[in-house]
Every structure is written in C-alpha cells, then in structure tokens.
C-alpha cells in the first residue's frame, strides 16, 4: 500500500468527492490551507499522471492612483 502525504490525500479526496472541477483557491479554502501548498500538491500529482491542471488566465486588479 502507497503512504500518501496527508495533504496530497486531502486534495485527492476533496477532488474525488467534488461535482465539478475546483479551482485551487477553492480547494485551498474547503482545505484550510496555503494555496502554494495546493498548488504545489496538484502540479506534481498532474506530472505523474493522477489529475488535470487546466491553467486559464485570469485578470487581477487593483486599485489606481486616483482609487
């Protein structure tokens, strides 16, 4: 039997059990944990093959001179 990082086992579970994909910040936040710690978790169980990380581009923003 495989021993997983309890964190990887968190993540995998979380994803097994969701209805639909999840963002990393909202699988951080069900998890209570770091969102560069479930990145870190998800782009090396997708380099072995064992889930899909679907980068998108996102917009941040912040406020101007004048906000």
Known sequence: ???LPELDYRVL???AAA???LA????A???GVDQAQVAAVCLTRAA?????VDERRHRE???GPKG
């Open 1 to 3: 039997m495989v021993q």
């Open 13 to 15: 579970t979380t994803l």
């Open 19 to 21: 209805a639909e994909p």
């Open 24 to 27: 990393i910040e909202a699988l």
């Open 29 to 31: 936040t069900a998890l």
């Open 48 to 52: 072995q093959g064992e889930l899909v």
């Open 61 to 63: 923003l912040k406020l």
